[in-house]
């Protein structure tokens, strides 16, 4: 999380949307520091603000869900800067690479990288994918989309009162990567995957390519996302508890339904 008390804003580094460009920029550029953890929500940063600071300009990143969850998957057939192999880097020993991330490489590596797999294996549920990043939209003030970076981050400068001095520095990107990622995804997973990540994907403002269909989506997976979003805001904005004990007790219950990628 990126914070600056001079220009009045938080900037939400929410995994695999290009944060690592834009908070290198504004930390090295705009006199931004960096607080708490990388991929802290807004709910623990309010956990200890003053009022004042409450009322800071909120911007964060956004991209399509099936664009993350493919960056995420490449980043594990890479191995990316040898994270997943590093005992250093596990959340055991302080790292930021989970139980399940590594449950993620090590399938990846005993099935030789076949997608499809991968994706009936830990995306075959029919519980429709959240975004613990969603739980505090309400509170963003500004969106910078991962498929206009540097428009959207000046855009979010200019917001806070702040003229940009260049064009945002590339950084963290992920090789080997569809650039066209919905050319990545089996045909036959194209109705599952839509019922799945669909609501989430509306909600961010996205959509899927005609061809995967063009009925509306379920009720039940539009109930579920409801449910299960309502109960995260509830818990974080008035029960004050952090998205980090949402991921033990999913961890505790099995790792049940498809988890947030991140990296």
């Not at 690592?20 to 920029?25: G, M």
């Not at 705009?30 to 623990?44: D, F, Q, R, T, W």
């Not at 997943?84 to 991330?101: I, K, L, M, P, Y």
């Amino acid at each position: 999380m990126i914070l600056s008390h001079e220009h009045r804003f938080i900037f939400i580094e929410v995994p695999l949307t290009g944060t690592t460009a834009i908070a290198r920029e504004l930390c090295e550029s705009y006199g931004a520091e960096e607080i708490l953890n990388k991929h802290s929500h807004l709910s623990e940063f309010w956990r200890g603000a003053t009022a004042d600071e409450k009322r800071y300009t909120v911007s964060a990143g956004v991209r399509h869900p099936l664009d993350r969850l493919l960056s995420y998957y490449t980043k594990l057939c890479n191995n990316h800067r040898g994270a997943f192999t590093d005992s250093a880097r596990f959340e055991s020993n302080g790292g930021w690479v989970t139980a399940a991330d590594r449950e993620r490489f090590q399938f990846i590596e005993k099935t030789g990288r076949d997608f499809e797999a991968y994706l009936r294996r830990f995306h075959g549920g029919t519980r429709p994918s959240i975004s613990q990043y969603n739980w505090g939209s309400r509170r963003y003030h500004h969106i910078i989309r991962f498929e206009a970076l540097n428009e959207g981050f000046h855009g979010f400068l200019r917001k806070v009162g702040v003229e940009p001095i260049r064009d945002l520095p590339a950084g963290n990107t992920t090789a080997g990567r569809e650039r066209v990622f919905f050319d990545a995804y089996p045909q036959a997973l194209h109705p599952h995957l839509r019922r799945v990540f669909g609501p989430l994907a509306r909600e961010w403002g996205y959509d899927f390519p005609a061809s995967w269909g063009a009925e509306a989506l379920p009720l039940s997976s539009r109930l579920q996302y409801a449910l299960w979003n309502g109960a995260g805001r509830l818990a974080t904005q008035v029960l004050h508890l952090t998205p980090h004990h949402y991921q033990k007790l999913r961890t505790g219950l099995g790792n049940a339904g498809p988890a947030e990628p991140k990296g």
